[in-house]
Nanobody, 125 residues
Framework: QVQLQESGPGLVKPSQTLSLTCTVS??????????WSWIRQPPGKGLEWMGA???????YYSPSLKSRTSISRDTSKNQFTLQLSSVTPEDTAVYYC?????????????????WGQGTQVTVSS
């Protein structure tokens, strides 16, 4: 069974770059034909798909976040990483990583999705 674990700082200052890593076990991030997504949920709001990196290494981003978001991977460590620049308090959320055969598992859940437990990130000075 695939397991995903998010890691990174829980507190980030405004204007800085938020960096999170998702470590995957029980499966490979290069396995056809999965997407590896970052998703967040601000307090009191719904889930928001931020972007994904495909098994091929291609990246896809939400149009609303594209200018501030970068997703990369380290296949040797079986990890993928989110960077969100110029953060504001509105970026405070629980951040999740997920594996899915769907590009956007929030809008269209896949038949065998796996999610991490999520990590709280607060943007505050």
């Amino acid at each position: 069974q695939v397991q995903l674990q998010e890691s990174g700082p829980g507190l980030v200052k405004p204007s800085q770059t938020l960096s999170l890593t998702c470590t995957v076990s029980g499966g490979s991030i290069t396995t056809n034909y999965y997407y590896w997504s970052w998703i967040r949920q601000p307090p009191g709001k719904g889930l928001e798909w931020m972007g994904a990196i495909a098994y091929s290494g291609s990246t896809y981003y939400s149009p609303s976040l594209k200018s501030r978001t970068s997703i990369s991977r380290d296949t040797s460590k079986n990890q993928f990483t989110l960077q969100l620049s110029s953060v504001t308090p509105e970026d405070t959320a629980v951040y999740y990583c997920a594996q899915s055969s769907s590009l956007d598992p929030v809008e269209t859940p896949g038949p065998d999705d796996y999610w991490g437990q999520g990590t709280q990130v607060t943007v505050s000075s």
